[in-house]
């Protein structure tokens, strides 16, 4: 048997246990024979039991989309993390910094597009995954890979079996995935052990914010109830909505809990309001204008000279956090 090599990522069978490498050529688990990959070149490293009820939702959410006429080139995506109606995107590149020569893991992807971007600073290797394998076959209908072959992989896991080796990766990323776990410490400890020491975990949430929690419990509430029945919200977001976001107290708490060094930052709270208004309340074709363009840019201003009061900063809505590994 071959031996596998250190640039490749291992992981276990769940049949057998055997170790594996995310080789291209790789269609058949060395232990038991098992096929591992897809005709989309996905490889299912999950087992069928676990999540049934989310992975249907997703499985149809990802099923439905169609080839696009011409994929896009991944050198397209570099501006989406500049969008003026999402500047917490901005925060969240700085924080997980440079991926050259990286092994890097992104969780729960699913149609997110931007972290793709991350191919143009050569890691050594970039999995994407998610726990549908369909929203990896999404992804390669929309942009053209070929010519990162050697360093993009795509697997379905769920990310709180993680079933990679020890020691796997250097950088650990999640957008907007974590708040859909029902057990994050169980997810954090997954994390730590497939991290490198000194590696990094980096992901973005939305925060409890006293002045948007408590008005969505009061005013605001005929107007959410309204939002979601139109445009409608997954199972797990409606939990985390309802419960107001994370809280760094108690991110924080786990995470030293586990030996883990934690970081926090928040961002967006007069334009985070602004946008969300704009999509909820007015017709599609007003949103774009309101919501780039120069007046978009002034309140992303107003809301980052803000945050310098941490009353303001308390009560901003997006949250980039993570950990070091010591
Ligand atoms: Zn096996």
């Keep these: 048997m071959d031996s596998i090599s250190d640039t490749e990522i291992r992981f276990r069978c769940l049949a057998c246990g055997a170790v594996n490498a995310m080789e291209p050529s790789a269609l058949a688990c060395r232990g038991c024979g098992l096929r591992l990959v897809d005709a989309h070149g996905v490889f299912h490293l999950l087992d069928a039991s676990s999540k049934a009820e989310e992975r249907a939702f997703y499985d149809s959410a990802y099923a439905g989309s169609s080839a696009e006429p011409a994929k896009a080139p991944i050198t397209s995506l570099r501006e989406l993390w500049d969008r003026a109606d999402a500047p917490q995107n901005q925060l969240l590149y700085r924080v997980t910094g440079d991926l050259s020569g990286k092994k890097v893991l992104l969780i729960g992807n699913g149609a997110s597009r931007k972290e793709l971007s991350f191919l143009e600073q050569r890691p050594l290797r970039l999995v ?77 949430d939305d925060a409890f914010s006293p002045v948007w929690h408590y008005s969505k419990q009061t005013w605001l509430k005929p107007l959410m109830k309204y939002s979601h029945r139109k445009t409608g919200i997954s199972p797990e977001d409606y939990r985390f909505s309802m419960s107001g976001g994370f809280k760094e107290s108690e991110l ?13 930052q928040r961002a967006c709270l007069l334009d985070y309001l602004w946008t969300r208004a704009a999509v909820k309340l007015l017709p599609r074709r007003l949103y774009t204008p309101l919501t780039s363009g120069l007046p978009m840019r002034a309140l992303v201003r107003l809301d980052q000279a803000l945050g310098r009061l941490s009353w303001y900063r308390g009560n901003q809505i997006r949250l980039v956090w993570g950990f070091t590994k010591a």
Excluded: C, W
């Excluded at 549908?132 to 697997?155: H, T």
């Excluded at 586990?258 to 926090?264: E, H, I, K, N, T």
């Design 252 to 264: 924080a708490a786990m995470m030293t809990g586990l030996g883990l060094q934690p970081f926090f």
């Design 128 to 204: 994407y995954s998610d726990l549908s394998p369909n929203a990896g076959q999404a992804i390669q209908k929309q942009l053209d890979f070929l010519p990162y072959q050697a360093v993009i992989r795509f697997a379905a896991i769920d990310a709180e079996n993680l079933p990679f080796e020890d020691a796997s990766f250097d950088v650990v990323y999640g957008h907007a995935m974590v708040h859909h776990l029902p057990d994050v410490e169980r997810f954090l400890r997954g994390v730590k052990r497939v991290l490198v020491p000194g590696g990094r975990a980096v992901f973005m």
